[in-house]
């Protein structure tokens, strides 16, 4: 049984990665932290909550986390629609649940202190809530098993030419934790989750699997069209699930340790990844981080679409 802490910006590909983690027998979903990134702090909190419900998991705790990025102003896009989950949110049940008083940073702290055994972070939103939680508390990186981080783009970016949202939209977190830390980190980036895009056979499939999947496809059709009218593709990518299916199934994604960079400035390549590959003496100094660049896409596909139906 892995026990798993999601710190999420629902989000559609968010709420397919929740949703494979809240009906996977073989983790113990402990709380779930939100942050604002593909839309503001209210919804992607409400969102998480909605999911939550959509899997029968009301007993899962959530918490809301930063309402914007340590030091830059709130930066995002449309991919995700006006309320976050493509402008269907109202498919998702009334959550019953509240989100817990404590806050994001809290209740992670209260929830490593208290597991007796290492926890597994999943970040598939801006790395704000989790910097936070390492700067403020670094007791609790002995209770942290690993951190699996959705994020950056080795060979280039989604939101700009040379970043990836999640990191974009905070770099000076994003460096924080993929550089100035030593927790022990998957990185999951574009390099591998754009390869294994889905499409309308993978999703129709889904759709008829029964609720749950019939919810998660009727969010998704705003996030397709983005993705037609913004990379001219009629497939589309969960990004955010890839992580989590890392989770259930370690080695699933096929890893390279690197060391990496995180372009703070605020010039053409702010937020990108930047990692260093010539071997040898000459790498930089840092921490090294396991990045997944490589997976079998109908291999990904398949445990995807198996777990959620
Ligand atoms: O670049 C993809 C990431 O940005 C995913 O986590 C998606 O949900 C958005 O947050
Ligand atoms: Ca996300």
Known sequence: MTRLIIDTDPGVDDAFAIALAAREPGIDLLAVTTVAGNIGLDLTTRNALGVLALCDRPDVPVAAGAHRPFSRPVRGDTAHGVDGLGGAAAVLPEPSAQPDPRGAVQLMVDVLTASDEPVTIVAIGPLTNVALLLAAYPSVRQKIERLVIMGGGIAGGN????????????????????????????LVPLDVTMRCSVGDDWLNRLARSGPVGSALAAITPHYRAWYAEFFGRDD??????????????????????????????????SGATLADRRGGVHQDPGRLVDVALDADPDTIRSFILERLT
Do not use: K, Y
């Not at 999640?166 to 030593?182: C, G, H, Y």
């Not at 096929?254 to 605020?266: G, I, K, N």
């Open 159 to 186: 939101i700009t030419t040379a970043a990836e949202f999640n990191i974009w939209v905070d770099p000076e977190a994003a460096r924080r934790v993929l550089v100035e830390e030593d927790v022990p980190t998957t």
């Open 236 to 269: 589309f990518v969960m990004h955010d699930a890839l992580a989590v299916a890392e989770v259930i199934q370690p080695g699933l994604l096929r890893t390279t340790p690197l060391r990496l960079e995180v372009d703070c400035s605020d010039g053409p390549s």
